[in-house]
């Protein structure tokens, strides 16, 4: 497995990592746990040295999960968490809670969870318009400087709020949704990652699974998968944008790849401090998704990508509108 540097931070962690999410959260029944944590030391004895989780996902269970596979290799691999949502703690606030009081408490009991010394990686999962970036960088400084955390990051943060928050404590990583289907980034976040030495790590690299061809309009999702509620994922939707698809397998069936492991290996090709993490259940999926790695697409793959690309207009927004309001900065 190829490593990589997220920015100028120093942190170099695998090429790909694994979102670890899906193992019990958000994605229709939860395997079992014995197979996950299978997975997950799978993935590192493939190379995998990033893996990432989040307080929300379960809540709780998930970093339980994964603090269990990964103890056998302390040391010899990175974890990421999130903090940032209220889980009750908190009366009279909404969906998030980013204050400095919450953040230490969460950070706390994450630790536990993971069974380490230091989170290699804290990101606050969403912007808190009710807490001044600066007091969470501020926290999160303090928690660095206490040797509980090693590095900073922020989640689907804008331009603007990056670089107020690393002003205070640089910023490691920014994660945030980013593949050909939805690109936004590209407008202002990663010109300011660039400039700033700030590593990024989408998220949802295979547009939640749809990328790998795998999905179409006849799929159907449990309601304790969270696809079911997103715009883009209705049967319209999912038939509209099959042209992504299609443009992913033609490609494919020149580099003898898969739409997946050019997925990934397009998103490789943007940034050298970019470092997805797309997730599975599945080891023959990992495998495919690892490949990806060792795949360099050429000058003309990516001239034609882009090219075929900017004709293709992606229907449905990601979330419904109003988490898309309550949550984007």
């Known amino acids: 497995m190829r490593m990589r540097k997220l920015g100028s931070s120093g942190l170099e962690v695998s090429a790909i990592g694994l979102g670890c999410m899906g193992m019990n959260h958000h994605r229709g029944p939860a395997p079992d746990r014995n197979e996950m944590i299978a997975l997950a030391r799978a993935a590192v004895e493939r190379g995998v040295t990033f893996f990432d989780t989040a307080e929300v996902y379960g809540p709780f269970t998930n970093e339980e999960l994964v603090g269990e596979a990964l103890e056998p290799f302390k040391g010899q691999v990175a974890v990421a968490t999130k903090f940032g949502f209220n889980l009750g703690g908190a009366q009279g606030r909404g969906l998030l809670d980013s204050r400095p009081e919450r953040i230490r408490m969460v950070a706390e009991a994450s630790l536990k969870r993971l069974r380490v010394a230091a989170i ?40 603007d709020t990056i670089r107020r928050a690393h002003a205070v404590q640089p910023v490691t990583a920014i994660q945030s949704e980013y593949s050909l289907w939805w690109r936004e980034p590209e407008a202002g976040v990663l010109p300011a990652c660039e400039e700033l030495g700030i590593g990024f790590v989408p998220y949802s690299p295979l547009g939640r699974g749809y990328l790998t061809g795998k999905i179409d309009e006849t799929t159907t999702f449990g309601g304790n998968d ?29 580099r003898n790849a898969t739409p997946s492991q050019i997925a990934l290996a397009w998103l490789l090709a943007q940034k050298p401090w970019i ?55």
């Open 120 to 159: 290699d990686l804290l990101y606050q999962h969403r912007v808190d318009p009710d807490v001044p970036i600066e007091d969470v960088a501020g926290a999160v400084e303090d928690l660095i400087a206490e040797g509980k955390v090693r590095h900073f990051g922020l989640s689907e943060a804008g331009a």
């Open 226 to 254: 969270n696809r079911s509620t997103l715009p883009r994922f209705t049967p319209e939707a999912l038939k509209a944008n099959r042209p992504v698809v299609h443009l992913l397998e033609e490609i494919g069936s020149r």
């Open 275 to 329: 470092v997805p993490i797309p997730g599975t259940t599945k080891l023959n999926r990992l495998e495919e998704n690892l490949a990806a790695a060792a795949l360099e697409l050429t000058p003309g793959d990516l001239r034609h990508i882009e090219d075929a690309a900017s004709k293709i207009s992606v229907q449905g927004d990601r979330y419904p509108r109003a988490v898309e309001k309550a949550t984007a900065r």
